[in-house]
């Protein structure tokens, strides 16, 4: 049995992320409460929540870490075509807990979700206060993929993201990409890799590289606001 550092309710005094488990790979505690306090604390040092219901509250900061650099990200042909013919539009902000709640939604090859109905009200808290945001692919009036995540000084940390149309999810990356380089955003956090985010361009870092460029850049100041609303992406 694996035996854990246990958070009391309401702290957001993590231990040492060092400690965190080779197998499974990050885990690092339990407890705790998904309050925006200890929440903004946990991205700040590379920590994020992941369970299912059965489970405590579990954290995580695996190695290595999967990261997208705005500006280095790849945009193949096929899908730059695909944006420019499909009819698709981008939004932000418009529909944010819908895009939680397609997210939480079971997947073709999957039995469950980990976006329990605690972490809904928590990130939806944190989107009513500013931290939290939606990239939303929108056709024809109805809402067809996109992801959400949160945006702390010049990182953006990327949680879910989902798809009912082809390629909808990557076009909402593709222009979450392509904002983030006028908005001054540095680092997209994608946790974890997979072919997906590979196709994207995602790179991965060590632990250790990927807190020395936290801690600088979580503290910039923010250059704008996220934006609310339609975004015309020209690809």
Same mark, same amino acid.
Request: net charge negative; hydrophobic share 40%.
């Given at each position: 049995m694996i035996e854990l550092p246990? %958070?009391?309710?309401?702290?957001?005094?993590?231990?040492? $992320?060092? !400690?965190?488990?080779?197998?499974?790979? /990050?885990?690092?505690?339990? @407890? #705790?409460? %998904?309050?925006?306090?200890?929440?903004?604390a946990a991205y700040r040092q590379g920590i994020f929540p992941w369970f299912d219901d059965s489970q405590p509250i579990l954290w995580w900061s695996p190695s290595p870490r999967a990261v997208i650099i705005p500006g280095e990200e790849h945009i193949s042909r096929s899908l730059r075509k695909h944006i &420019? &013919?499909? +009819?698709?539009?981008? &939004?932000?902000?418009?529909? =944010?807990?819908? *895009?939680?709640?397609?997210?939480?939604?079971?997947?073709?090859?999957?039995? +469950?979700?980990?976006?329990?109905?605690?972490?809904?009200?928590?990130?939806?808290?944190?989107?009513?206060?500013?931290?939290?945001?939606?990239?939303? $692919?929108?056709?024809? #009036?109805?809402?067809? #993929? /996109?992801?959400? @995540?949160?945006?702390? #000084?010049? *990182?953006?940390? @990327?949680?879910?993201? =989902?798809? &009912? !149309?082809?390629?909808?999810?990557? =076009?909402? =990356?593709?222009?979450?990409?392509q904002i983030s380089k006028a908005m001054g955003i540095e680092l997209i956090d994608c946790q974890v890799s997979n072919s997906h985010l590979e196709s994207l361009g995602s790179v991965e870092l060590e632990r250790s590289d990927f807190e020395t460029r936290l801690a600088t850049l979580v503290n910039r100041p923010t250059s704008s606001d996220f934006p609310k609303g339609l975004h015309l992406s020209e690809f």
């Open positions: 246990w %958070l009391l309710p309401g702290s957001s005094q993590f231990p040492p $992320t060092s !400690q965190a488990l080779e197998d499974p790979n /990050g885990l690092l505690a339990a @407890g #705790g409460e %998904l309050d925006p306090d200890t929440l903004l &420019r &013919r499909s +009819g698709q539009e981008i &939004r932000f902000n418009t529909a =944010f807990s819908e *895009v939680m709640e397609h997210c939480a939604a079971p997947r073709a090859e999957d039995e +469950g979700t980990w976006i329990t109905e605690e972490m809904l009200d928590a990130y939806l808290q944190l989107h009513e206060l500013g931290h939290a945001h939606s990239v939303e $692919t929108w056709h024809e #009036g109805s809402l067809v #993929g /996109g992801l959400y @995540g949160l945006r702390i #000084g010049s *990182v953006f940390f @990327g949680e879910s993201m =989902f798809s &009912r !149309q082809s390629n909808a999810s990557k =076009f909402a =990356f593709a222009s979450l990409c």
